[in-house]
């Protein structure tokens, strides 16, 4: 006689592997190309990577948008003028920004949120070999030019 273990989801969904059937519970109730979708996302992801990125968000409770960023970039044009930048740290030339950061600036929001967002990752703070992922959602869009709620 031969057993088959059989991990049940919260929503009866079955799996033969556990980790699959645990990343697969993370999801449910998760409505795509909303702020807890991307935060899931982005949780994929090395939070030590460095980030360059935008996302559009449209608040469900009054209609108004906002649009939020982190980033990370070189300041040596901005240094120059006052100070030598060869005598600086690699930490004192730049601004820097993770993913793990990010995710801390969205689980701020409401994660029912619609988002859209253009999101540039990686290891190396020169980003050479960058990854980039991005979506597109309409109802970020939805009346924005309508209603006047702007932000």
């Known amino acids: 006689m031969e057993a088959e273990v059989c991990y049940i989801a919260k929503d009866g969904s079955r799996f033969t592997d556990a980790l699959l059937c645990e990343e697969y519970e993370k999801t449910i109730g998760i409505i795509p190309n909303t702020v807890a979708d991307l935060i899931l996302t982005l949780s994929k992801h090395d939070q030590k990577e460095y980030v360059f990125g935008i996302a559009l968000v449209r608040h469900r409770k009054d209609g108004s948008a906002s649009i939020y960023t982190r980033f990370t970039g070189c300041c040596?044009?901005?240094l120059?003028?006052?100070?030598?930048?060869?005598?600086?740290?690699?930490?004192?030339?730049?601004?820097?920004?993770t993913v793990g950061?990010?995710?801390?600036?969205?689980?701020?929001?409401?994660?029912?949120?619609?988002?859209?967002?253009?999101i540039v990752f990686s290891s190396d703070i020169e980003f050479h070999g960058p990854g980039v992922m991005a979506n597109h959602n309409p109802l970020v869009w939805k009346d924005n030019a309508s209603n006047g709620n702007h932000k």
């Open 76 to 78: 040596d044009d901005a």
């Open 80 to 97: 120059e003028s006052f100070v030598n930048i060869k005598d600086l740290t690699e930490e004192q030339r730049y601004i820097t920004a």
């Open 101 to 118: 950061d990010m995710i801390d600036a969205l689980r701020k929001l409401d994660g029912d949120d619609p988002v859209q967002y253009m």
